[in-house]
């Protein structure tokens, strides 16, 4: 039988006659109560105005974009019935895809002590880039150690509306993830060290900066790995393939590009074409590739292009 994996479905456009979206933006609140605050329009300023409204068409919105997703969806099953293709792993099947049964035992962290440098919509990015995260390991067979750090403040009151998440097969910590292990088996990910992974190892932990900056805060996280004095890398992107856009790359493409590498016995070249936007203009070199091995290999490079992987 045929695996497909079954993957988030795309929005779809509505008509301009059905999207509350698409309203006359001369449409005002005022001298209406705000429903969503109890603040009367009338004292807010009118970019207040114009956020509110924005957000009450959302909310119209919503629940329209919902019904069509779940239509899609229900149409993807059925055609996948039909043609005998496997929309991904079972409940059943996902309840035995544990992270301590697993054979995997390679470690990786979200370090979410950026809050503060977020904007609330990038912030609610964030938190949607690690809930893909979790998806992404939990239909692994065997899913690799999964870490949250530093995880208190604004992020978690976020993540609080998710409900059920505190049972979720994820190591959540409030604490720095220096409390949690030792100095020397840290390697902060950053598209701006010279040195580069080429296996990735047990022995160490891996962590991903949670941070949705749209490249503003370029050097932050190799700054923050020498002031704490811990190791950092770059993932071998340069190494394998090119991109004709920006280099820059999502929390959940990170963590994705480690998973298949890791747990699903890809080598680096297969997991960047896989997961790294077609949009991004990638074209694969033709260099011999380096599979995953057990053996420590971090080594450096004086190349002057670095791919913007977190920052």
């Known amino acids: 039988m045929e695996n497909l994996e079954l993957s988030a479905p795309e929005s779809e456009s509505l008509e301009n006659s ?4 698409s309203a006359p933006e001369s449409e005002s609140l005022e001298n209406s109560a705000n429903p969503l605050s109890g603040i009367n329009a009338n004292e807010l300023s009118k970019r207040a105005q114009k956020r509110l409204l924005k957000k009450q068409k959302w909310l119209q919105y919503k629940p ?3 019904a069509k997703e779940k239509e899609k969806l229900k149409k993807k099953r059925e055609e996948a019935r039909l043609k005998c ?3 991904g792993p079972s409940r059943k099947e996902l309840k035995h895809h544990k992270m301590a049964l697993s054979s995997c035992k390679i470690r990786v962290a979200l370090d979410f002590s950026f809050d503060h440098l977020m904007k ?3 912030l609610h990015k964030c938190i949607n880039q690690f809930n893909h995260c979790y998806s992404i390991n939990r239909k692994c067979e065997n899913p690799l150690q999964f870490y949250v750090t530093n995880f208190n403040g604004k992020a978690k009151e976020l993540m609080s509306k998710h409900n059920g998440y505190r049972n979720w097969d994820v190591n959540i910590h409030e604490e720095s993830y220096l409390g949690l292990f030792n100095k020397d088996e840290l390697i902060y990910l950053t598209s701006d060290s010279d040195n580069v992974v080429t296996t990735l190892e047990e022995s160490k932990v891996y962590i991903i900066g949670a941070l949705v900056d749209h490249n503003s805060q370029k050097g932050l996280t190799l700054k923050i790995a020498k002031e704490q004095n811990i190791g950092h890398a770059r993932l071998p992107i340069d190494e394998f393939i090119e991109m004709k856009t920006r280099r820059v790359l999502t929390i959940d493409h990170v963590f994705g590009i480690i998973v298949n ?3 699903c016995g890809m ?3 297969e997991s960047f074409l896989k997961v790294i936007p077609q949009r991004k203009g990638i074209v694969p ?3 011999t590739d380096i599979e995953p ?3 420590p290999k971090i080594h450096s490079t004086d190349s002057s292009t670095e791919p913007n992987i977190l920052h």
């Open 18 to 21: 059905g999207d509350p979206l």
């Open 64 to 66: 329209i974009k919902r």
């Open 85 to 87: 293709i496997k929309l």
């Open 120 to 122: 609330e919509k990038d």
């Open 261 to 263: 590498v890791a747990c």
């Open 267 to 269: 080598c680096w070249r």
């Open 285 to 287: 070199k033709n260099d």
């Open 293 to 295: 091995t057990n053996e």
